[in-house]
Nanobody, 123 residues
């Protein structure tokens, strides 16, 4: 019913920038929130940044001031602008969306996840 298509990951040097994009598609009634999570090898998945439909933004302390989350409602797309990247930012980044969508001919609300995009920051 809903697909999240991610793009923008890659390899950059420390201090560089990347912009991640995630577009939600499907029979969507509303999106309550969209955000980015990341998981490094051997570590738990953690919230990077999240933005709600009411424009409430939550971000990890480790990225505050360096990363900026934004969205384009017309495109059902969320972005993560990542500046001043550090090797510690290396992880698989996953897009998440809290969506009310059509499923089995009913409107249901659930989380959807993208497949993840690799971000690697070299020292």
């Amino acid at each position: 019913q809903v697909q999240l298509v991610e793009s923008g990951g890659g390899l950059v040097q420390a201090g560089g920038s990347l912009r991640l994009s995630c577009a939600a598609s499907g029979t969507i009634f509303s999106i309550n929130a969209m955000g980015w999570y990341r998981q490094a090898p051997g570590k738990q998945r953690e919230l990077v940044a999240r933005i709600t439909s009411g424009d409430t933004i939550t971000s990890a302390d480790s990225v505050t001031g360096r990363f900026t989350i934004s969205r384009d409602d017309a495109k059902n797309t969320v972005y993560l602008q990542m500046n001043s990247l550090l090797p510690e930012d290396t992880a698989v980044y996953y897009c998440n969306a809290d969506v009310k969508a059509l499923l089995n001919m009913l409107w249901v609300r659930r989380d959807y996840w993208g497949q993840g995009t690799q971000v690697t920051v070299s020292s």
